[in-house]
């Protein structure tokens, strides 16, 4: 069974820093990309990084590009995504997701003004 469990979220004033994680289990980690994407209340999904298996090739959203960093753990099979100079506006419930069909169940980051 495809698992995905993401953590890390929680309070943090604006220009701070937190570190999300994403536990995977159930598929061969090496073999798939993974994402991090974001909603926020009345917006639609956001997809804000993905990281490569075979390439390590990333990606990022213009919008968290220069302050997120997408990372991959093979031997704890995570996907890990520091968030550094936070701003209001990055307030929103994370998902990683096993693409296309599972998601995680989501951490909540809110970031005070």
């Known amino acids: 069974e495809v698992q995905l469990q993401a953590s890390g979220g929680g309070l943090v004033q604006a220009g701070g820093s937190l570190r999300l994680s994403c536990a995977t289990s159930?598929?061969?980690?090496?073999?798939?990309?993974i994402g991090w994407f974001r909603q926020a209340p009345g917006k639609e999904r956001e997809r804000i990084s993905c990281?490569?298996?075979?390439?390590?090739?990333?990606k990022y959203g213009d919008s968290v590009k220069g302050r997120f960093t997408i990372s991959r753990d093979t031997s704890k099979n995570r996907v890990d995504l520091q968030m550094n100079n936070l701003r209001p506006e990055d307030t929103a419930t994370y998902y990683c997701?096993?693409?296309?069909?599972?998601w995680g169940q989501g951490t909540l980051v809110t970031v005070s003004s």
């Open positions: 990281i490569n298996s075979y390439d390590r090739s990333i």
């Open positions: 159930g598929f061969t980690f090496d073999d798939y990309a």
């Open positions: 997701n096993y693409p296309p069909d599972y």
